[in-house]
């Protein structure tokens, strides 16, 4: 959590440097948003831990290898918890960095070019870093019969990154 918190500084920083009050207001309030949907995260992490007595992820994913998924026991925890990711990589229902009735696209107005590709290279690593975590507190890691786990792991991270892009794609077909 602490890793992921560490993206708040880049986009602060990022609206504040680009010298412009209006770039600086939609990294106020990116940070304002990011940090609101990590309170809910780390209250949602809670129960996965106390359900599993370990802090340790290695032991999360084993006990639901011995016993059963953490999806199906706190399902709504779960729904919960990605609803919440969702609006801390700022996807499409939660984007409000870009604004629809300004003109500005939020923090990275005055960026363009490997920098502009910087912002959004961050952005879509964070959205993977979300699904592994995902994946490890409800849906078993690595865990799956017995089979190759790094294949096992990396099909699952992509399954949950999937979904973040269809629901942006869902969301824009309907505008």
């Not at 920083?13 to 990294?27: P, Q, R």
């Not at 801390?88 to 870009?98: I, K, M, Q, S």
Request: proline fraction near 3%; hydrophobic fraction near 60%; aromatic fraction near 20%.
């Amino acid at each position: 959590m602490i890793v992921s918190s560490f993206g708040i500084y880049g986009i602060l920083l990022s609206g504040w440097a680009s010298n412009s009050k209006y770039a600086f207001l939609a990294a106020i309030r990116s940070v304002a948003q990011a940090i609101s949907y990590e309170v809910s995260i780390v209250l949602i992490i809670l129960p996965v831990i106390l359900l599993s007595g370990s802090l340790n992820l290695v032991h999360i994913v084993l006990l639901q290898g011995y016993l059963v998924w953490f999806f199906f026991p706190l399902f709504p925890l779960c729904l919960i918890f990605f609803i919440s990711i969702l609006a801390e990589t700022n996807r499409t229902p939660f984007d409000l960095a870009e604004a629809e009735a300004e003109l500005v696209a939020g923090y990275n107005i005055e960026y363009s070019g490997i920098l502009f590709a910087a912002f959004f290279l961050g952005e879509y690593s964070n959205i993977f870093l979300m699904s592994a975590l995902f994946i490890i507190l409800f849906f078993g890691g690595w865990l799956f019969f017995g089979v190759f786990p790094e294949l096992v792991f990396s099909i699952k991270i992509v399954s949950v990154a999937f979904f973040f892009i269809f629901i942006r794609a869902n969301v824009v077909c309907q505008a």
